[in-house]
């Protein structure tokens, strides 16, 4: 079964690249192959490579920058997503594709399920609902996977900043007021494999929303604990900074985070036997590879 994957080279895109299952035959591509904002572009590509399903790790996610860029935001998360749907639904496709958390105010106290409202409270997640909107719209067959807090080995992410900062510093601030599920990009792409698979097998899905990731649900205060207490164990740091516990209120950025972004995972356990990773195993894992 040939698989078209938009963002090969992003941070889960690298990951889908690396774990093509044999049955599979995956044509993944960058954003200069195949620009989601250039409708004719989507179309045409999508008409070339003749996929049997298609898989969206391509996104705007510079999330501080979307503030000062909004329409480039839209263009790529909303319009990005639209063109690959209609795209995909004129091929009679499915298309799986990634969303986010940030699409949450973040001010509740229990796990997020899928069917809570949404309410983003900056340009990145109004954009990555808005394609949300566009894909139930435009393609009947479709899957949404809201992830949150990625981190791999490769492209830039709170682990491979950690590490910078712990190298150069003795002593850091990390948030402590905001809770998530740190989720390794290997392990969403297993889950995108596994649906494809599935998909494969069955000739269908139980389309919709879903959420996946990691677990336990921490601070990123506790993530940076996690990541020096591993690195240190692995020689990656020489010796494990002082860690202060700051409030978001210290650490202002342009675009507001959620206090609360911790996803119930259950639906996607439910429906297609997709369990959470627990990311301190995926964090050693990306460490080892680091070192
Ligand atoms: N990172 C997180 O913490 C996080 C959290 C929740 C959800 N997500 C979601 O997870 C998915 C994957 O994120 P990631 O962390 O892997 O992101 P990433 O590392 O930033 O990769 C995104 C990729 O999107 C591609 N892209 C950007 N604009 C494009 C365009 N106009 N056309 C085609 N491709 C374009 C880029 O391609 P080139 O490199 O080729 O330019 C880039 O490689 C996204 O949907 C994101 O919204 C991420």
Request: with cysteine; glycine share 10%; aromatic share 8%.
């Given at each position: 079964m040939r698989v078209l994957i938009a963002g090969a080279r992003g941070q889960v895109g690298h990951e889908l690249m690396r774990r093509v299952p044999e049955v599979f035959e995956a044509v993944g591509m960058g954003s200069t192959q195949l620009?989601?904002?250039?409708t004719e572009q989507v179309a045409a590509v999508v008409n070339n490579v003749q996929p049997q399903l298609i898989i969206n790790a391509a996104a705007y996610t510079a999330v501080d920058k979307a503030e000062s860029e909004p329409e480039r935001a839209w263009a790529v998360n909303r319009d990005g997503v639209a063109h690959l749907a209609i795209a995909a639904e004129g091929l009679g496709i499915p298309l799986l594709h990634i969303s986010t958390d940030?699409?949450?105010?973040?001010?509740?106290?229990e796990p997020y399920r899928e069917t809570d409202p949404t309410d983003p409270t900056g340009v990145y997640g109004a954009s990555k609902l808005d394609g949300e909107v566009a894909l139930a719209a435009n393609c009947s067959q479709h899957i949404i996977l809201r992830t949150s807090w990625v981190f791999g080995a490769?492209?830039?992410n709170f682990v491979k900043t950690m590490l910078r900062l712990g190298r150069e510093h003795e002593e850091l601030g990390v948030v402590a007021d905001q809770h998530g599920c740190p989720t390794s990009a290997a392990s969403i792409a297993s889950a995108l494999w596994s649906l494809a698979s599935q998909y494969r097998e069955q000739g269908s899905l139980q389309w919709g929303i879903y959420h996946y990731g990691g677990s336990p649900a921490c601070t990123w205060h506790g993530f940076a604990q996690e990541i020096f207490r591993q690195a240190h164990g692995r020689g990656l740091l020489g010796r494990v900074p002082v860690l202060r516990a700051i409030a978001t209120a210290d650490y202002p950025t342009p675009a507001k985070r959620p206090a609360w972004s911790v996803l119930d995972c259950s639906k996607l356990r439910q429906a297609h036997g997709i369990a959470q990773a627990d990311w301190r195993e995926e964090l050693g894992l990306v460490l080892r590879e680091l070192a």
């Amino acid at each position: 079964m040939r698989v078209l994957i938009a963002g090969a080279r992003g941070q889960v895109g690298h990951e889908l690249m690396r774990r093509v299952p044999e049955v599979f035959e995956a044509v993944g591509m960058g954003s200069t192959q195949l620009d989601l904002a250039d409708t004719e572009q989507v179309a045409a590509v999508v008409n070339n490579v003749q996929p049997q399903l298609i898989i969206n790790a391509a996104a705007y996610t510079a999330v501080d920058k979307a503030e000062s860029e909004p329409e480039r935001a839209w263009a790529v998360n909303r319009d990005g997503v639209a063109h690959l749907a209609i795209a995909a639904e004129g091929l009679g496709i499915p298309l799986l594709h990634i969303s986010t958390d940030y699409v949450f105010a973040g001010d509740a106290r229990e796990p997020y399920r899928e069917t809570d409202p949404t309410d983003p409270t900056g340009v990145y997640g109004a954009s990555k609902l808005d394609g949300e909107v566009a894909l139930a719209a435009n393609c009947s067959q479709h899957i949404i996977l809201r992830t949150s807090w990625v981190f791999g080995a490769y492209g830039n992410n709170f682990v491979k900043t950690m590490l910078r900062l712990g190298r150069e510093h003795e002593e850091l601030g990390v948030v402590a007021d905001q809770h998530g599920c740190p989720t390794s990009a290997a392990s969403i792409a297993s889950a995108l494999w596994s649906l494809a698979s599935q998909y494969r097998e069955q000739g269908s899905l139980q389309w919709g929303i879903y959420h996946y990731g990691g677990s336990p649900a921490c601070t990123w205060h506790g993530f940076a604990q996690e990541i020096f207490r591993q690195a240190h164990g692995r020689g990656l740091l020489g010796r494990v900074p002082v860690l202060r516990a700051i409030a978001t209120a210290d650490y202002p950025t342009p675009a507001k985070r959620p206090a609360w972004s911790v996803l119930d995972c259950s639906k996607l356990r439910q429906a297609h036997g997709i369990a959470q990773a627990d990311w301190r195993e995926e964090l050693g894992l990306v460490l080892r590879e680091l070192a």
